[in-house]
């Protein structure tokens, strides 16, 4: 692996990541209200994080080898955008919550709830489990398994970026415009809940 294949990874993972879906939705849903950004984007990392990691150990290929598991693994990703697009839906994020109700929300909440949104997309391990390893060599120096490692990394710290510039991004330009607010929360929660849909959808179909 040199910097020509790092660099050829790192071009298709910000193409990947600059593509709006339910990690966006959710980086403005948590953008929002402010307070729970950054554990909502360190939960949506480590399930990149967790995707590679499998990848790395070879449990992808056993995953995307037993067709039963992976449908598995889809439908219940598909419902868990549903629930969620569904709870955030019938309760829009605000700018102007007070102090006491967002320290009610635990963060530790938003966290798992990043990690669910990631880490049960089946689309993202299965991008992780065709690309990654177009990118390796045997002939280099490194390991496989580490050069798969130094590539996810690379598109973990480009997720990052991303992530919190959406939901900076979206908790400045809302912050005065509460009922705007509102609106926008509502349309991520029916991204979020559409993506799932189309996940079970096209599961079941085939």
């Known amino acids: 692996m040199d910097g020509a294949d790092v660099l050829g990874f790192w071009a298709i993972s910000v193409l990947f990541v600059l593509t709006p879906g339910a990690d966006w939705a959710y980086a403005i ?34 995953v995307a080898g037993a067709p039963g598991l ?17 709870m955030t839906f019938t309760r829009p994020a605000t700018p102007h919550e007070s102090a006491e109700a967002v320290a009610g929300v635990s963060r530790a909440r938003w966290l798992w709830k990043g990690l669910g949104v990631s880490g049960l997309n089946p689309k993202v391990f299965l991008l992780f489990l065709a690309l990654l390893p177009q990118f390796t060599s045997r002939a280099a120096p490194w390991p496989v398994r580490a050069q798969i490692m130094v590539l996810g990394l690379v598109h973990v710290a480009t997720c990052a970026v991303v992530y919190l510039a959406v939901a900076v991004t979206a908790r400045r330009v809302l912050s005065a415009r509460p009922s705007a607010a509102k609106i926008v929360s509502r349309v991520s929660a029916v991204v979020m809940a559409a993506l799932g849909t189309g996940l079970v959808v096209e599961q079941l179909l085939h």
């Open 70 to 86: 992976l449908g598995a693994l889809t439908i219940a990703g598909g419902v868990y955008l549903v629930w969620l697009g569904f």
């Open 29 to 62: 849903s948590a953008g929002i209200r402010g307070r729970v950004i950054v554990p909502a984007v360190t939960g949506m990392l480590a399930g990149h994080l967790i995707a590679t990691l499998l990848v790395a150990a070879g449990v992808g290929a056993l």
